[in-house]
């Protein structure tokens, strides 16, 4: 695998596993499921500590999932939490013809029902840089209602997206849908429809979007999988051989059985394992 790992091609793992990364519904993205845990299946540390579960090897190849991906897909608790880049940087450097090439970076999409992203964060100042695309941050307009704390909040939220606006961020707004799958004990009003949100961001002509966490945002594909609602179809885990304890940040308590995943290849890179497994849609 180490020649692999150097290669200026995707290692042979990610084509087994995601083929030609086409979505059998022309209305929705590609969609791979993927981040790393501990053995204990946590993301994050105590307080939602950022963890570098990932080793080198395995960390390089998150690196070709995202340039083989059109979207990077995030949840707003992984924006503010870790303020992360979401751009390519831990691949051999590509030199053809003599000319030295870029990877493509993937453009990053932020769920943000109620904008708190910052305008400074890095995935707005690396597009300024040119060292990654522009974010597309997902939201809805806050539902109108007669009370004056929650018209305020309207009004705060105008402001909020005319200041990511000002930045060269563009926000997506999708409707509000309280039919939609909810995880139990979440409060509608800052989850979005996934379905909805996959929908959307096909119709922007994204046709493959690789979901890089966090915990929330794993749980509601896994939780809409677990009710027959298959919104990815691959999933891509690395597992890093470290006990994270109780005080971590999970995302499978909620969960039960996950009926069509099914293995497709595992891989040993480095000091971790990674699972690939296809989801039938
Ligand atoms: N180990 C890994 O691979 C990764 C770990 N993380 C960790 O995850 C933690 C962040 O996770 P969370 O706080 O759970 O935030 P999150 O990144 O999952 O974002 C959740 C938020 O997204 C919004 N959202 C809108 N629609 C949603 C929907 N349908 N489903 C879920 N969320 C929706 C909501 O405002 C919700 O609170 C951080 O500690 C971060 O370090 C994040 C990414 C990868
Ligand atoms: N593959 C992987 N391994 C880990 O150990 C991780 N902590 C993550 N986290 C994800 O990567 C984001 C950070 O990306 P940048 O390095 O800033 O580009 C982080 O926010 C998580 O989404 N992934």
């Known amino acids: 695998m180490s020649s692999e790992a150097e290669s ?35 993301v994050a540390g105590r307080g939602g500590l950022q963890l570098i579960l990932s080793g080198n090897e395995s960390m390089k190849m998150t690196h070709w999932m995202r340039t083989m991906h ?13 303020n992360p880049q979401l751009n390519v940087r831990h691949l051999p450097f590509p030199a053809q013809g003599g000319h ?35 974010p597309w941050i997902i939201s809805a307009r806050p539902a109108k209602t007669e009370s004056a704390v929650e018209s305020q909040d309207g009004i705060d939220w105008e402001a909020r997206k005319a200041a990511l606006e000002k930045t060269g961020a563009k926000v997506i707004l999708i409707e509000r849908d309280p039919s939609h799958m909810l995880i139990p004990n979440s409060d509608s009003s800052s989850y979005l429809s996934m379905s909805a949100v996959l929908r959307a961001i096909r119709a922007e002509g994204i046709k493959s979007v690789m979901v890089e966490g966090g915990a929330r945002v794993i749980l509601s594909f ?6 027959g609602k298959q919104l ?16 971590g940040v999970g995302y499978s308590e909620l969960l039960d059985d996950i009926p069509g995943l099914e293995h497709v290849r595992t891989e040993a890179l480095g000091k971790d394992v990674v699972f690939g497994m296809k989801a039938m849609r």
């Open 8 to 42: 200026q091609d995707p290692p042979a793992f990610l084509a087994s596993v995601l083929g030609r990364l086409v979505s059998s519904d022309p209305t929705l993205p590609y969609v791979t499921l993927t981040f790393a845990q501990s053995l204990d299946a946590k």
């Open 222 to 227: 896994l939780h809409n999988a677990q009710e």
């Open 70 to 82: 059109e979207g990077i897909l995030i949840g707003v608790g992984t924006a503010v939490n870790d």
């Open 100 to 134: 030295m090439q870029h990877y493509h970076h993937p453009r990053p999409l932020v769920l943000d029902p109620n904008l708190r992203i910052s305008p400074k964060c890095k995935l707005i100042y690396n597009a300024s840089l040119k060292a990654g695309e522009t």
């Open 232 to 247: 990815f179809d691959s999933l891509v885990v690395t597992v890093a051989p470290v006990i994270v304890g109780a005080h």
